[in-house]
């Protein structure tokens, strides 16, 4: 399956993808989204990301954008794990791809497509307090931070931030 948007096309993530992703989970980048971490564990997680697509039904995309040479700009999308207490809409953008507007479009059209298709009635994100970019991403979605949902690692708390409800959406 694949969506497209105006700049990006967004697929389910695949071997061609592997290096780009173990770099960014094993760089400082990804500080906030669990990491740096060793090259094994980078790679696993990778994998995670792959079979939740098999497990699911869905996962995070595979972000690229149109007329590239199909080259990994980040991960967007759904994820939801068995022992996650709500359905995420997450988001990383590896090293040269931040600041162009790729996560807030990628994000959206994923979004869309988890309301629509995967027929999703809510959505949050769970966002490192220190992540202000995220933190700003989740506002411009429309997400506002909601402090009475549950974390899914409750040991290392974060910001839940819930995004708005599929009718409420207008884009």
Request: aromatic share 10%; net charge negative.
């Given at each position: 399956?694949?969506l497209e ?8 993530p ?18 906030m989204?669990g990491?740096?971490l060793?090259?094994g ?7 995670a ?8 039904g ?7 954008p ?7 700009a980040?991960l ?6 068995m022992d996650?207490?709500?359905k995420e809409?997450?988001?990383v953008?590896f090293?040269?791809?931040?600041g ?5 479009e ?8 988890a ?14 307090p ?7 991403l989740?506002?411009?979605l429309?997400a506002t ?7 899914p690692k409750p040991?290392t ?9 599929p009718?409420?959406?207008t884009?």
């Amino acid at each position: 399956m694949i969506l497209e948007t105006e700049t990006l096309i967004l697929r389910k993530p695949g071997p061609q993808d592997v290096a780009a992703t173990v770099d960014f989970f094993m760089s400082p980048r990804s500080s906030m989204a669990g990491g740096p971490l060793t090259q094994g564990k980078a790679w696993r997680q990778f994998a995670a990301e792959v079979g939740h697509w098999d497990l699911v039904g869905c996962g995070m995309w595979a972000v690229t954008p149109k007329g590239g040479d199909d080259a990994i700009a980040g991960l967007v999308g759904p994820w939801c794990p068995m022992d996650w207490p709500e359905k995420e809409l997450g988001w990383v953008i590896f090293d040269g791809f931040e600041g162009k507007g790729i996560a807030f479009e990628a994000a959206t059209a994923a979004r869309r497509d988890a309301f629509e298709r995967l027929g999703w009635e809510t959505a949050v994100s769970y966002i490192d307090p220190e992540n202000v970019r995220s933190i700003a991403l989740a506002e411009r979605l429309g997400a506002t931070l909601d402090q009475s949902a549950p974390q899914p690692k409750p040991e290392t708390p974060c910001l839940v931030y819930r995004h708005p409800t599929p009718s409420e959406v207008t884009s």
